[in-house]
């Protein structure tokens, strides 16, 4: 029971473009959602996160947005450098069974 | 200060054997989740220790356990390992429990266990 999904397991993007990586959840309850970026060889690292009570979170070339109504939430890059190159596991909290859980991962391929 | 320390960072075992993986959390942090990273699963949650007590499972066999000690440090142990169980496994400190209260979790660098 996959309760946050990242449907596309790739995605390659020109540098100096947008990119955008999705994510879906299905359970209500989950009110905190974060996003996280893994290079090769090492752990998770912390990229942004967004409250449940907003719809947007900027930190510099980063934005997340959240579709409460779809349950959907989206990571934007822009402009996309060959650095993000990683995978991008988006995860999200029910903060009431206290459960940190993430989706499956989107490889992003940013190409010079 | 010092992040999360894995170890060992690769193994190798035998189908039917057993191993123990360490997490070292952050100086200071109480809660320590484990997950299995394999291609196209994703993070996987195992478990989550909290001043020495699991907290909350995930969904595995009971192949698959774990502890934590006084100092934080925690332990995962597998038993009678089968080829599936090669994966990456990251463990991760946070503050508090689960993430709660908005906190971020941090990880480690891995484990890489093969199975063979």
């Known amino acids: 029971d996959q309760q946050v999904k990242q449907n596309s397991p790739s995605l390659s993007v020109q540098e100096g473009r947008i990119s955008i990586l999705n994510c879906d959840y299905t359970?209500?309850?989950?009110?905190?959602f974060l996003w996280y970026k893994k290079y090769p060889a090492e752990g998770p690292t912390f990229l942004i996160s967004?409250?449940?009570?907003?719809d947007k979170n900027e930190d510099g070339r980063f934005t997340v947005f959240l579709n409460k109504s779809a349950k959907h939430l989206s990571l934007h890059i822009v402009p996309s450098q060959p650095g993000d190159s990683a995978v991008y596991f988006c995860a999200a909290i029910d903060q009431g069974a206290q459960k940190l859980v993430f989706g499956q991962g989107t490889r992003l391929t940013i190409n010079p | 200060k010092a992040g999360v320390t894995q170890t060992p960072r690769y193994l190798i075992k035998t189908r039917g054997q057993q191993v123990t993986l360490s997490c070292s959390p952050i100086?200071?942090?109480?809660?320590v989740s484990w997950y299995q990273q394999t291609p196209g699963q994703g993070l996987q949650f195992l478990f989550e220790y909290f001043s020495e007590t699991q907290r909350n499972k995930g969904n595995f066999p009971g192949r698959f356990s774990g502890r934590q000690f006084s100092n934080s440090r925690s332990e995962m142990n597998v038993s009678t390992l089968e080829l599936g169980d090669s994966a990456l496994y990251l463990c991760a400190s946070s503050l508090r429990r689960g993430g709660a209260a908005n906190t971020e979790a941090f990880f480690g660098q891995g484990t890489r266990l093969t199975v063979v």
């Open positions: 100086s200071g942090h109480r809660s």
């Open positions: 967004i409250s449940s009570i907003k």
């Open positions: 359970n209500s309850m989950f009110d905190y």
